[in-house]
């Protein structure tokens, strides 16, 4: 069984401040996603990491894919109030069958609040 | 991106009766849909997958007489919860897409009273 876990679970800082989110599990991923949801409204996809050791980045967020594809983290560069909201990663395991089609298991979630 | 829809966004329901959520893509064809369900403050949690011409399947725990999931056209699913109960009230979201890319809906807020 997969054990997925992603922290901190809440987060709370002031605009400007710099923040980590953590996705970490035992399993071996063969990809993974990161949303964002926004409260009301459906996730939307922020980034797919593939490769272990992977870094990507999408103007003041950095994301990075584990070299052992088993982790992954999202780092925000001076936070926005903008930056409020929901994140949560969903990997893929390498072992997923074909019946799984898209099927995705979201970590527990981080909810950010970024005050002004 | 692709474009999901669902209808309705909000709905209040009393207790017992039923309520149909429909979610649509509206411009590509999905042969497999997949329902979440999230509570306050919390992450989504996978309910069903949805398949066009077949029965649903559903994750271990979710009643499948209870929450009714019917995908007739490759452009639209949707998920009856049947005998809704005060402890049904959540936000229900859908995702429609392929591997590697998948497209949620805007959710449908679920109330019971």
């Known amino acids: 069984t997969q054990l997925l876990e992603q922290s901190p679970q809440f987060l709370s800082i002031q605009e400007g401040e710099n923040l980590t989110v953590y996705c970490n599990s035992s399993?071996?991923?063969?990809?993974l996603q990161w949303y964002r949801q926004e409260p009301g409204e459906g996730p939307v996809l922020l980034v797919t990491?593939?490769?272990?050791?992977e870094v990507k980045k999408l103007k003041r967020l950095t994301f990075q894919f584990g070299d052992a594809r088993k982790d992954s983290s999202l780092h925000i560069t001076a936070a926005q109030t903008g930056d409020t909201g929901l994140y949560l990663c969903?990997?893929?395991?390498?072992?997923?069958?074909?019946?799984?089609?898209?099927?995705?298991?979201f970590g527990q979630g981080t909810i950010l609040t970024v005050h002004p | 991106g692709a474009v999901v829809s669902q209808h309705p966004s909000r709905v209040i329901c009393k207790s017992g009766t039923s309520v149909k959520i429909e979610c649509r893509s509206l411009d590509f064809q999905a042969t497999t849909m997949f329902w979440y369900r999230q509570f306050p403050k919390q992450s989504l949690m996978l309910m069903a997958t949805s398949n066009e011409g077949s029965k649903a399947t559903y994750e271990q725990g979710v009643e499948k007489d209870k929450f009714l999931i019917n995908h007739a056209s490759l452009t639209l699913s949707t998920l009856t919860v049947t005998s809704a109960h005060p402890e049904d009230s959540s936000f229900y979201i859908c995702s429609g897409g392929w591997v590697g890319e998948q497209y949620f809906g805007p959710g449908t807020r679920l109330t019971v009273t």
């Open positions: 969903a990997p893929r395991l390498s072992n997923a069958g074909g019946t799984s089609y898209g099927k995705l298991t």
């Open positions: 399993s071996v991923f063969s990809s």
């Open positions: 990491v593939v490769t272990g050791g």
